[in-house]
């Protein structure tokens, strides 16, 4: 059966993968206690059948680990591909990310073994990891850096995104892209900002990026620009408080340029900072720059 059959009510879905130490456990008993049904470790190859079964509508979390006995990165992109088109199913995939060194620190604390690694130290085992899963991360739908964070703060962090009820907030991601590698899965509102001078053409600004204020400055030069800005503010404003009425808990906008650099960069920061201003809970994330800088 495919996961396009799944019939029935709306069921909430949250796939939680990440590197090995991160804090998968801490995240997923985060779920469990704010009223998530929980199933770590589930092979992939039952999750589609997991789904075409339903359920009572009560939200469901799944932990993925690279140690699961049928786990592969292009078998899990297909299924990630495959719920963005399911009716009744509102799914993201939650990835949670950790800097190598911090990783390393919290094996050695542990002093167990790297399951990619048995026979090699830790540290080829959590580089190996962290290659294997960069497609998945590219496709995740909600990223969460606990390089810094205590499991008491993840914790909290996780309860602030997922939190069910009325007094739960609304999460808001902002994010930026490059369009040579597509639009992100799972955006509900996009922004096409190449209209914009390209800093890529300035000598100077072209290794730096749009969190640069010399960047910024250039990309708001542009006569077109604060009225473009006051725009999507105004809509944003508009939206945000109907959404949330509305009962949805999270909201994703991207802003996507050609290379992924400067303009949309610029408008991610900037947008991310107003809305911040105006009480919203916004999470910001750079994907190309990601990339390019190993996310490490």
Known sequence: MNMH????????????????GA??????????????????????????????????????????DVRNRDFSVSGLIEVIDGLTDTRGLDADVLYLDCSLDH?????????????????????????????????????ADILI???????????????????????????????????????????????????????????????????DEKVRSYVQGDQRFASFFDKVMGLALLLLPAYREEGKKHLSIAFGCTGGQHRSVTMAELLSKALAE???????RHRELERRNGAH
């Open 103 to 139: 990783l390393q620190r919290r094996f050695s604390q542990t002093r167990r073994r790297h399951p990619l690694a048995p026979a090699e130290t830790v540290q080829e085992g959590i580089k190996r990891e962290i290659d294997l899963l960069a497609p998945i991360r590219a496709r």
């Open 5 to 20: 059959e799944a019939a029935g009510s709306s069921q909430r879905l949250i796939l939680i993968t990440g590197p090995s």
């Open 145 to 211: 850096d606990t390089t810094e964070m205590t499991p008491h703060h993840l914790r909290e962090e996780v309860e602030r995104w997922f939190a069910e009820g009325e007094s739960a907030e609304m999460a808001i991601s902002i994010q930026s892209f490059s369009y040579k590698r597509g639009v992100p899965r799972g955006v509900d509102m996009v922004f096409d900002v190449r209209f914009l001078t390209n800093p890529y053409w300035s000598e100077p600004l072209r290794s730096l990026d749009g969190r």
């Open 278 to 284: 105006h009480s919203w809970r916004v999470s910001i």
């Open 23 to 64: 804090g998968r456990s801490t995240a997923i008993k985060a779920l469990e206690d704010i009223g998530y049904e929980v199933i770590d470790n589930l092979p992939i190859s039952f999750l589609e059948r997991l789904l075409a079964e339903g359920g009572d509508g009560k939200p469901l979390a799944i932990g993925l």
